[in-house]
T-cell receptor, first 115, second 111 residues
Framework: NAGVTQTPKFQVLKTGQSMTLQCAQD?????MSWYRQDPGMGLRLIHY???????DQGEVPNGYNVSRSTTEDFPLRLLSAAPSQTSVYFC??????????????FGPGTRLTVL | LAKTTQPISMDSYEGQEVNITCSHN???????ITWYQQFPSQGPRFIIQ???TKVTNEVASLFIPADRKSSTLSLPRVSLSDTAVYYC????????????FGTGTQLKVEL
């Protein structure tokens, strides 16, 4: 099992550009989430999905879109990048919860810089 | 919304027991308490989870008093490799946008 994989590992964007952060898991988990982590801060939930075709907003959803067409993939789209979106992005998955009643597995992260 | 409060940092020495307390005064009946560990440049890793009383696994123990307004993560005989940030997470399945990791506790273990 590869677990949770994320691509790219690093990305630099200019303000206004768009891009998609990829996330995939091979554990057949229903629940997937995207978090951002700013320097010296904890993780904040951006969007999450409880299964294919179902997504919902987390704590900080503005400026991001998600979709879940398959169980395995959960891409995060930045519509028009802003310097405030400079952060490290983590994708996570779990079997039957959002990591509270079930172990949540995290990917290695994508470090994004917006100039 | 179950907000958590943890110490910002703690220092310890190898071989000592470390206890990190998390305060969650407005924990709801359905909420579970979960602790994660995060090393620099890595995603968080699950350590332990509990609902009440005491839970123990191969790496840690979790103590939860009867009122569940706080919890204590206990790391026995820490080593240098336990230097990391530890997060207390309170919530329940379906909590969705109510889940938050907080700022965590930076544990530094020295020789």
């Amino acid at each position: 099992n590869a677990g949770v994989t994320q691509t790219p590992k690093f990305q630099v964007l200019k303000t206004g550009q768009s891009m998609t952060l990829q996330c995939a898991q091979d554990m057949n988990h229903e629940y997937m989430s995207w978090y951002r982590q700013d320097p010296g801060m904890g993780l904040r939930l951006i969007h999450y999905s409880v299964g294919a075709g179902i997504t919902d907003q987390g704590e900080v959803p503005n400026g991001y879109n998600v979709s879940r067409s398959t169980t395995e993939d959960f891409p995060l789209r930045l519509l028009s990048a802003a310097p405030s979106q400079t952060s490290v992005y983590f994708c996570a998955s779990s079997y039957d919860g959002l990591g509270v009643t079930d172990t949540q597995y995290f990917g290695p992260g994508t470090r994004l810089t917006v100039l | 919304l179950a907000k958590t409060t943890q110490p910002i940092s703690m220092d310890s020495y190898e071989g000592q027991e470390v206890n990190i307390t998390c305060s969650h005064n407005n924990i709801a009946t359905n909420d579970y308490i979960t602790w994660y560990q995060q090393f620099p440049s890595q995603g968080p890793r699950f350590i332990i989870q509990g609902y009440k009383t005491k839970v123990t696994n191969e790496v840690a123990s979790l103590f939860i008093p009867a009122d569940r307004k706080s919890s204590t993560l206990s790391l026995p005989r820490v080593s240098l490799s336990d230097t990391a940030v530890y997060y207390c997470l309170v919530g329940f399945t379906g909590g969705g946008n109510k889940l938050t990791f907080g700022t965590g506790t930076q544990l530094k273990v020295e020789l």
